[in-house]
């Protein structure tokens, strides 16, 4: 079983719209937890750490269920400027690792 | 801060060459840097993982032999690429963590190899 799995998508969606990527890990011993925006042929950039009490940054939103084990990130008002793949990432501290998702590719459409 | 950098951005080499690839953090110093492949349409591939002076870690499935990892100071790693073939081709990029923030990675912006 993968380390952490993702809906690879696309999602396309409207501008404007809201929408949310799920993403579930294996280990229960991970630590922490990140979503990263990758755009075409360029590095991953960190979007927002996830924390346990769920955190906000601007139209992001990221969720953290330790107990089912899944991640969650929604948009709201989507942009064009959303349209990458978001990368769940997370990381056991005591191996210093981090293990990365597929991927969800989203679209944002005018 | 915490800027990394990598050199070159893309490459194209013949079969059989090596290729060197420099991974350094610019502002601040690297306790673990790690090396990734990705190929296209696929995610990060977790090859490698160094420390300053101590032998690099490497996934399994990845030949240590053809890719030569080298941490020689807190901010410079090097991957080698020896006797490169075509289905090496891929987007290598590394990341860095530093001290203090261990579970942040900060990605260089990658470099694209091209085996002919």
């Known amino acids: 079983r993968k380390e952490v799995e993702q809906d690879p998508g696309p999602f396309n969606v409207p501008e404007g719209a809201t929408v949310a990527f799920n993403c579930t890990y294996s280990?229960?011993?991970?630590?922490?937890f990140f979503w990263y925006r990758q755009d075409c042929r360029k590095e991953p950039k960190l979007l927002m750490s996830?924390?346990?009490s769920g955190n906000e940054d601007g139209r992001f939103t990221a969720q953290l269920n330790r107990a089912s084990q899944y991640i969650s990130l929604l948009i709201r008002d989507s942009k064009l400027s959303d349209s990458a793949t978001y990368l769940c990432?997370?990381?056991?501290?005591?191996?210093?690792?981090?293990?990365f998702g597929s991927g969800t590719k989203l679209n944002v459409k005018p | 801060g915490a800027v990394v950098s990598q050199h070159p951005s893309w490459v194209i080499c013949k079969s059989g060459t090596s290729v060197k690839i420099e991974c350094r953090s610019l502002?601040?110093?690297?306790?673990?840097m790690f090396w990734y492949r990705q190929f296209p349409k696929q995610s990060l591939m977790l090859m490698a993982t160094?420390?300053?002076?101590?032998?690099?870690?490497?996934e399994q499935g990845v030949e240590k032999d053809k890719f030569l990892i080298n941490h020689a100071s807190l901010t410079l790693s090097t991957l080698t690429v020896t006797s490169a073939h075509p289905e090496d081709s891929s987007f290598y990029i590394c990341?860095?963590?530093?001290?203090?923030?261990?579970?942040?990675?900060?990605f260089g912006p990658g470099t694209r190899l091209t085996v002919l």
């Open positions: 990341s860095a963590t530093r001290e203090g923030s261990y579970n942040e990675q900060f």
């Open positions: 280990n229960s011993a991970s630590q922490s």
């Open positions: 996830v924390y346990s």
């Open positions: 990432v997370v990381n056991r501290n005591n191996f210093n690792k981090f293990y």
């Open positions: 502002d601040f110093q690297a306790t673990t």
């Open positions: 160094s420390n300053e002076g101590s032998k690099a870690t490497y």
